[in-house]
């Protein structure tokens, strides 16, 4: 068995595992077929307002899941207020969106087809009547759910977009060689620096997790690194008093098109204080791949993020943590060894 084969044995086994912890039966996650039918109206344009917009307009396959732009981009170019994450190892993801709003891939699949500065369907109603209309999706749809095209449901359609999304895996960096195999050949000394910095005195691990049998660099909690804060700061009760009033509205809507409540973070799905500014850890893994960087896309570069992660764990132990230029480099040479050999070369996973 070559290494190749290795690595998707290893990710097959992995997904399984996803999918029977979060309740979801293998062998219907796991279908091929409903992977390919997701893959499809993933990539769909023609699900959108304007006929040009998709999920994988943002999820760029070639950008690690991500489109690379400062913040998401919709139809008739309009911005949206917060950073693409990538979708590659999403089915770690305990939570969805930044502020978490979303529990499940599914639920989280319904919001971008009908939001107005996404894909803007006037409705779901809009979504599923085009795909029960299509003569390719009707065979599909009745070959993966035994469903005729009179009863094919936005259920469906979310089940299989999430389980496209599920079958996005990406854990065999040369990190994950090293760990494997502890050859030293396999990451740079400098990498491994790195690393030594990255669980101890850098304490980046304390967020970004490294567990077993596969390290998800992520705590799937929320935390404040005062990203954006100052912004919203002089208004911050107006701004508050303002989106607890209108919970009527679609509360993604109103993060999407207001840059003022998307600084709110976590407080605008919980209305607890304590959550003002807070955002969902993001992987690390593939993280070289995927700037510019934090839920507002404001970072550039990732050795900038490296220094505000490194201010941050300062201010929680209450004294500077001071890193040599060199202990700098290795932290990055380090974050670089967890981008996937394939995702690097703009194959999929």
Not at 52 to 76: M, N, Q, W, Y
Not at 187 to 203: D, K, T
Not at 324 to 329: G, I, L, Y
Request: with cysteine.
């Amino acid at each position: 068995m070559n290494k190749q084969q290795i690595y998707t044995l290893v990710s097959a086994v992995i997904l399984a595992c996803s999918v029977i912890s979060s309740g979801y039966s293998a062998d219907m996650v796991t279908s091929i077929s409903k992977i390919k039918l997701g893959e499809r109206l993933f990539n769909d344009k023609h699900l959108s307002a304007d006929g040009a917009t998709s999920c994988a307009t943002c999820h760029i396959p070639e950008k690690a899941f991500a489109d690379g732009l400062r913040v998401a981009k919709g139809i008739s170019g309009q911005l949206g207020t917060r950073n693409t994450p990538t979708l590659l190892n999403v089915n770690h993801a305990t939570s969805l969106f930044w502020d978490g709003r979303r529990a499940t891939l599914e639920e989280q699949a319904q919001d971008p087809f009908i939001n107005p500065r996404e894909q803007g369907l006037k409705d779901h109603e809009a979504i599923v009547k085009a795909v029960q209309a299509d003569t390719g999706y009707q065979s599909a749809f009745k070959q993966v759910f035994g469903a005729s095209s009179s009863v094919i449901t936005l259920a469906h359609i979310t089940q299989a977009l999430a389980a496209f999304e599920r079958s996005l895996i990406a854990v065999d960096a040369p990190y994950d060689d090293y760990v494997r195999t502890h050859d030293t050949h396999v990451i740079s000394e400098s990498a491994r620096r790195g690393m030594e910095l990255f669980q101890g005195r850098a304490r980046c691990v304390s967020c970004h997790l490294m567990e077993a049998p596969v390290a998800t660099f992520t705590d799937n909690q929320f935390h404040s690194l005062g990203i954006g804060y100052r912004k919203i700061e002089p208004r911050l009760a107006e701004i508050t008093t303002h989106l607890a009033n209108n919970r009527s509205q679609p509360l993604d809507h109103q993060i999407i098109s207001d840059a003022e409540i998307s600084e709110l973070g976590r407080f605008a799905v919980t209305l607890n204080p304590r959550d003002i500014a807070k955002f969902r850890t993001p992987s690390l893994r593939n993280v070289a791949l995927t700037a510019p960087y934090m839920h507002d896309g404001s970072i550039a570069t990732l050795e900038e993020a490296v220094d505000i992660e490194v201010y941050y764990r300062g201010i929680e132990l209450n004294r500077p943590l001071i890193l040599t230029p060199q202990e700098r480099t290795d932290l990055v040479t380090f974050l670089q060894a967890l981008t996937s050999p394939y995702v690097l070369k703009k194959q999929a996973p």
